[in-house]
């Protein structure tokens, strides 16, 4: 008998019913349990690229999330689903997680404003189109909210607020059309709110941020600048630090904008926010060096 044979077939053998087993655990209602102590599996068509940076994404999660369910936001069920994704799960697990993703609130900026970074849409084309037609039906009676009460309620200057309205309507516009329609008229929208977020921050001095424009809107002027160039993203990452530290912006958003602006100047990116990109991720000496520049637990 060929015992190197046998010891192949036995060693793939129990690959698979381990890989069986984690699959055949998740459910809709133990997923965030189950996933507590998820290990990732390396499939035969998966590269170790997408292999090692799911592993790193599935990591920082498992982190974050600190053993506790309660822990869990649109940010975690992004990641876990974009890591899922990377490694081919079993598309019923992928449904599970898409499905967790899509109910959790917020998940619409995410769906509406990465649909090119991901294969979601690929992957899970019905259940894409469906969660992606209802983010579109909400946005537009979104955009229907009465300002006018969101104003007096939260007691704030009028005509800031309505400016960052539109900077955040014309922020938004064109990014989830398809792709044409996206390059031809969204990078002008994008100038001229640029050159409004310059004026808004040179006549206040700080960021925009929840003290002056409320909730709602606090997360707009990072919105610009991530989606802006590397000199602009330099420029007032400071400001966006300070930002979170003064409570006027969640940490998330950091984390994306340090992403984004090291990945387009050094091909690396340290928190694996940016899936899509193709940037690689930082080895760990770099990402301490940042966590630690920037006051960023692993939290």
Not at 22 to 30: D, M, S
Not at 143 to 156: D, G, H, R, T
Not at 183 to 196: F, G, T, V, W, Y
Not at 286 to 298: P, V
């Amino acid at each position: 008998m060929n015992y190197n044979l046998l010891f192949i077939i036995l060693v793939i053998s129990s690959s698979c019913k381990s890989q069986e087993s984690n699959q055949t655990e998740f459910t809709y209602e133990n997923f965030d349990t189950v996933f507590l102590n998820y290990e990732p599996f390396k499939n035969n068509d998966v590269s170790k690229k997408d292999y090692e940076w799911a592993k790193f994404v599935i990591s920082q999660t498992h982190q974050a999330l600190k053993n506790d369910v309660a822990n869990y936001n649109t940010a975690h069920y992004w990641n876990i689903m974009s890591a899922l994704d990377a490694l081919k799960e079993d598309k019923l697990i992928l449904k599970i997680a898409f499905k967790k993703l899509a109910e959790s609130e917020g998940s619409c900026t995410y769906i509406l404003n990465y649909q090119d970074k991901v294969s979601f849409d690929e992957t899970l084309p019905e259940l894409f189109e469906k969660y992606y037609l209802q983010c579109e039906s909400n946005q537009v009676i979104e955009v229907e909210f009465n300002i006018e009460k969101y104003i007096s309620e939260n007691q704030l200057n009028p005509k800031l607020v309505r400016l960052i309205q539109e900077i955040d309507l014309n922020d938004q516009k064109y990014r989830g059309a398809d792709e044409e329609t996206f390059k031809s008229k969204q990078p002008e929208l994008d100038k001229r709110n640029a050159i409004l977020i310059d004026s808004l921050f040179n006549k206040y001095g700080t960021y925009i941020g929840k003290s002056l424009v409320g909730e709602k809107f606090n997360s707009v002027m990072w919105s610009v600048i991530q989606h802006s160039n590397p000199k602009m993203m330099e420029r007032y990452l400071p400001v966006i630090h300070k930002a979170t530290k003064n409570r006027e912006l969640g940490i998330t958003p950091l984390k994306m904008l340090i992403d984004r602006l090291y990945g387009l100047k050094y091909g690396y990116q340290i928190f694996g926010s940016q899936s899509g990109f193709g940037f690689e991720m930082a080895d760990e000496k770099t990402r301490k060096e940042i966590e630690l520049k920037y006051g960023i637990n692993r939290e």
